[in-house]
């Protein structure tokens, strides 16, 4: 049986640093393993730390964890800037919380620090992705207030396409 929480009894949610990396990495392997993308994860303990705690961090993070210690919980976002607006904004890139703390309220409370951090930094807006397939992540962020864009479609380019294309303006030059 799940234990339900309190918000004073909620995990403690500080800035991520570089000793966060090696749960920040688990976490997000986690991520991929419940969406069933363990076969596209190819990221290591050192590329969170290399990118997201050198001279110019790639992201930021919120960790929530126990008082003794224990990360539980992660969001890991960037700034993004919207030329619509004129504003800028948050894109978050992955949301984890453990499933001992799913469906008390602390995903909303994590949400809620992290709005705190962007309106206190100046970020007018988050945006974020879902998997098509993650019924439970669309329902949550619907109850906390977001709204799909249905007009909008998410477009990669990685890996040989982005060589290839990359090494087309190689030849211009």
Do not use: W
Request: hydrophobic fraction near 40%.
């Amino acid at each position: 049986m799940k234990t339900v929480l309190t918000p004073d009894q909620f995990p403690k949610i500080r800035p991520a640093t570089a000793k966060d990396a090696g749960h920040m990495h688990a976490m997000l392997r986690e991520i991929a393993r419940v969406t069933d993308s363990l076969d596209k994860f190819t990221s290591t303990k050192e590329d969170i730390i290399r990118d997201g705690f050198g001279n110019i961090p790639a992201f930021h993070a919120l960790i929530g964890e126990t008082d003794a210690g224990m990360p539980l919980a992660m969001c890991l976002y960037f700034d993004s800037y919207s030329t619509f607006r004129g504003k800028a904004g948050i894109y978050i890139q992955d949301l984890y919380v453990d499933s001992s703390l799913r469906g008390g309220g602390f995903a909303r409370y994590l949400f809620a620090h992290v709005t705190a951090h962007a309106r206190q930094n100046n970020r007018h807006y988050i945006r974020l992705s879902v998997d098509a397939e993650n019924m439970t992540g669309q329902k949550f962020y619907r109850k906390i207030g977001m709204k799909s864009a249905v007009n909008e479609r998410i477009f990669v380019l990685d890996g040989d396409a982005l060589s290839n294309l990359a090494s087309e303006a190689e030849i211009l030059e």
